[in-house]
């Protein structure tokens, strides 16, 4: 009777379990019924794996059992079947007695022409701690949108109550100048009160100009026009997007603008016109114009002196790096802030 002969591993099969065994990564090396033939010294380090004797272990018998995953089982019998490899599969490896860790596995056959038998390699990736630095993170950020929300939450009120202050002082004092500043400067800070709530409610990332100019211009047309059927502010948005920071310049512009016309181009407001504010993507700039067809611009230069309002515009124009132009429509007048 001829003895059985235990067969001599292949060129191929020497070659894998050398680059295995001295990987710096934790590395295994699997026959087609998922016994071990090689493990990495990192493997047997990183896991508490006993280097001596792993080396013909089922894969799933290591340990305590820890690594006994049915579903990390089947997709290994899936990927020497031919049917699956595993690219990125994350599971916790749950260890008795000790912290559970979060591993990324990854499974590819090896392909070489004299291998008699499949051979898988299995790579072991450890990211417990980016995990906990990621679930730290998205912590941190969560608490911070709260406590935005919260400030958020404060400032619309001190707003609304400044507002209120402002329209209760405008009714009771007697000078008419001092009234008209007083409501000029209530309209203001509801403008700005509308403006921080858009913002408020948008991501932080960017801001749709169609949507924020039209409830920003319903929300002064709310506070300073008494009839919408003589005087109305329309919008003509493209769907340009813009940074926060741009979003309020650009606000804060439109507002002075619309409150400026309906001050001196429809005065007393009880003419009938119509405010319109446009904003356009040119190239790589852009175009906001705000145009009314009220009563136009004073003939005499003195009536010119500007204002505070022109101020604010030109001062936020400055910091977008854009020009600002005024034109006489005859009647009405058109004020373009472009940066092109």
């Known amino acids: 009777m001829e003895k059985s002969v235990t067969p001599l591993p292949s060129h191929a099969d020497n070659m894998s379990i050398a680059l295995v065994s001295s990987s710096f990564s934790p590395l295994v090396l699997l026959d087609d019924d998922l016994t071990i033939i090689a493990a990495s010294s990192s493997f047997c380090d990183a896991f508490g794996v006993e280097r001596a004797g792993v080396a013909g272990r089922r894969f799933s018998d290591i340990g305590n059992g820890e690594w ?50 499949i051979r898988v390699v299995l790579a072991i990736t450890d990211v417990t701690s980016q995990r906990l630095a990621e679930k730290i993170k998205d912590d941190l950020i969560r608490e911070k949108q709260l406590l ?10 001190s707003l609304q109550i400044i507002a209120s202050v402002l329209l209760q002082s405008a009714r009771k004092v007697q000078s008419s100048e001092t ?9 203001r800070v509801m403008s700005i009160a509308m403006l921080q709530k858009h913002l408020a409610t948008t991501s932080v990332e960017n801001v749709a100009l169609a949507s924020y100019f039209r409830d920003l211009c319903m929300s002064i047309g709310a506070s300073m026009i008494g009839d919408p059927q003589r005087l109305s502010i329309a919008t003509t948005v493209d769907n340009s997007i813009v940074d926060p920071d741009t979003s309020v310049s650009l606000g804060l512009i439109v507002t002075e603008l619309v409150i400026n016309a309906l001050k001196h181009a429809f005065p007393g407001r009880t003419q009938t016109g119509t405010i319109l504010v446009d904003y356009k993507t040119v190239g790589a700039g852009w175009a906001l114009t705000v145009t009314d ?10 009536d010119r002196k500007p204002g505070l309002g022109t101020g604010i515009v030109e001062a936020l124009a400055a910091q977008l790096q854009a020009h600002v132009v005024v034109t006489d429509q005859g009647p009405g007048t058109k004020v373009t802030i472009a940066r092109i």
Not at 148 to 157: D, K, P
């Open 68 to 117: 006994n995953v049915p579903q990390l089982n089947s997709l290994l019998k899936a990927t020497i079947a031919g049917n699956a490899s595993i690219d990125v599969y994350e599971m916790d490896l749950v260890r008795s007695g000790k912290d559970t860790l979060r591993l990324l596995i990854n499974a590819h056959t090896l392909d070489y022409f004299e291998a008699e038998h």
């Open 148 to 157: 935005l929300h919260e400030i958020q939450h404060r400032v619309a009120n």
């Open 179 to 187: 009234r008209d500043h007083l409501r000029d400067a209530h309209n």
């Open 293 to 302: 067809d009220g009563v136009g611009m004073p003939k005499d230069e003195q």
